[in-house]
């Protein structure tokens, strides 16, 4: 399988190189800069990303590239540029400009293929302190900005380009261009790497590695693990056997629609009613964390339960994408400050089972991309991102039957509006929140002292940043109403309108 190599330095934009790659169906493999693998002849060129160092700093990343053939294609990005020009002689340092922002960048070679249908003038997004002020012998500028002189260039003769800006950014106009010609045109990708090849060959490597033997996988209603469940069924079939736990903190009616949606699909699945031993383990705790802890414990309790039923099980197959995998062995610097809630390392000690990891090679689109191939119901494709503890941190404060079930109708409410006036798909992650404090209202003739429900809907790609979604004011009347009518112990509604950052997408 062809590939680009990228070499992380710590940068904040490394994830969004490969997203870039692999949105030309090229895959891409990022590792650490000081692991570089063995260069096979599928690794069809090498990318260096950028980085919060300076190459003149005491503990700057100094990667060894003398494994790396000299005829292989090499693209440093920002830091990866400055490295190779340093490296060499060079003269980066923060004396020079800096910039910060768009800037424009004006072609000095136009007939450079890292530059083929790329305007003579084009904005591209800088982010850098330490400035190349001079390249070494044998390096040639190719394109400019009106403050930094050497803001890409070529080494002559060779297959080596750097760029002082970021072309992975949205705010790079021609970003995208200038990496597709250099992973399709200079390092010659096919861009064959597709959903119903990433199948093809995923299925038969599963059924090489588990031969005969029994997996275990915990479902969580979620797409991540249900694409991998239908990997593995296409690769094993009932020799896969799923677990669905109710821990009473899922969404109303979920337990039931999703396990008939997975029974549906040819699943071996059991579904195991634990909620009563979820919502007592919780009386009386308050603090988020210990929420989780308590609702991880459980669940790791009642899965463990479950599997040790199942004879001669040998794997435990978790549903673990690539950004969990980057985020486990990160860099340190930018990339390394992101919050990881990952299961990667994950195996329950006492367990004694191997581990199957079918997506690790995939981002979330790309997961949603090979569910659709695999035929995945489309309520369960297009599932908005659902915290692990479920209702359990969306009730502040304790959390009782009482309080789930009033959180259960209005959050039924909010997300079946959302759907039937086509807002769903439009939104990365919605939910209502119950918060621990009640407020006077007035219904009828009556003074009323009620809870009140805080609704949440964000825009983002990833979740790591997300802004607040800009709802229709009609259909916030319409949704608020209907709270306090139809959900009983609800008098008032209210619209959380903070981005992250500052605030967090979830409220615990």
């Known amino acids: 399988m062809e590939r680009i190599l990228i070499l992380d330095f710590g940068s904040q934009y490394t994830m969004l190189i490969a997203r870039r790659i692999r949105e030309m169906n090229v895959y891409c493999d990022i590792v650490p800069f000081n692991k570089i693998p063995a260069i096979t002849p599928e690794i069809k060129g090498v990318i260096l990303s950028g980085s919060p160092a300076s190459v003149r700093g005491e503990n700057a990343p100094q990667p060894d590239l003398g494994g790396v053939p000299a005829t292989l294609p090499l693209l440093g990005i920002c830091y990866g540029a400055q490295w190779l020009a340093w490296s060499k002689g060079g003269d980066v340092s923060a004396s020079g400009t800096r910039e910060y922002g768009r800037a424009i960048l004006s072609i000095k070679d136009a007939g450079d293929p890292l530059l083929?249908?790329?305007?003579?003038?084009?904005?591209?997004?800088?982010?850098?302190?330490?400035?190349?002020?001079?390249?070494?012998?044998?390096?040639?500028?190719?394109?400019?900005?009106?403050?930094?002189?050497?803001a890409a260039f070529r080494v002559v003769g060779k297959q080596i380009w750097g760029i002082q800006f970021h072309a992975e950014v949205h705010h790079s106009e021609f970003g995208k261009q200038m990496l597709r010609n250099f992973v399709l045109g200079i390092c010659g990708c096919e861009g064959s790497w597709t959903p119903a090849n990433f199948i093809e060959s995923t299925v038969a490597s599963l059924k090489e590695q588990l031969g005969r033997d029994k997996v275990v996988l915990g479902l969580s209603g979620g797409v991540d693990s249900s694409v991998a469940a239908l990997l593995l069924h296409r690769a094993i079939g009932p020799r896969l056997h799923c677990i669905f736990v109710d821990s009473g903190l899922l969404r109303k009616d979920e337990f039931t629609s999703v396990l008939a949606s997975y029974k549906g699909m040819g699943l071996n699945v059991k579904g195991v009613e634990a909620s009563a031993r979820f919502l007592g383990d919780l009386a009386g705790v308050v603090e988020p964390e210990a929420k989780r802890k308590v609702i991880g414990r459980d669940f790791v309790e009642v899965f463990n339960a479950e599997a040790e039923k199942i004879e001669d099980v040998r794997w435990l197959a978790q549903g673990t994408i690539y950004p969990d995998v980057i985020e486990s062995s990160a860099v340190p610097g930018a990339s390394a400050t992101i919050k990881s809630h990952h299961n990667v390392g994950g195996l329950p000690k006492d367990m004694k089972l191997k581990i199957v990891e079918p997506l690790r090679l995939l981002f979330k689109d790309e997961v949603r991309r090979v569910g659709k191939a695999l035929g995945l119901d489309p309520d369960i494709l297009g599932r908005h991102p659902f915290p692990g503890p479920g209702l359990g941190i969306r009730v502040l404060g304790e959390v009782t039957p009482e309080k789930v079930a009033i959180l259960q109708e209005a959050d039924a409410i909010f997300i079946g509006s959302l759907k039937r006036w086509n807002l769903y798909d439009e939104i990365w992650q919605a939910g209502t929140i119950l918060l621990p404090v009640k407020s006077v209202g007035v219904m009828g003739d009556e003074r009323t002292y009620e809870y009140t429900i805080a609704l949440r809907a964000v825009t983002s790609v990833d979740g790591m940043t997300a802004d607040w979604v800009r709802l229709p004011y009609d259909f916030l009347a319409e949704v608020s109403d209907r709270i306090i009518r139809e959900v009983k112990g609800v008098n008032r509604v209210v619209y959380d309108i903070c981005s992250k950052p500052p605030a967090t997408i979830e409220w615990e």
């Open 116 to 150: 083929k249908d790329i305007p003579a003038e084009s904005q591209v997004w800088m982010s850098h302190g330490d400035t190349i002020n001079s390249l070494p012998e044998g390096y040639k500028v190719i394109a400019s900005t009106s403050t930094v002189e050497n």
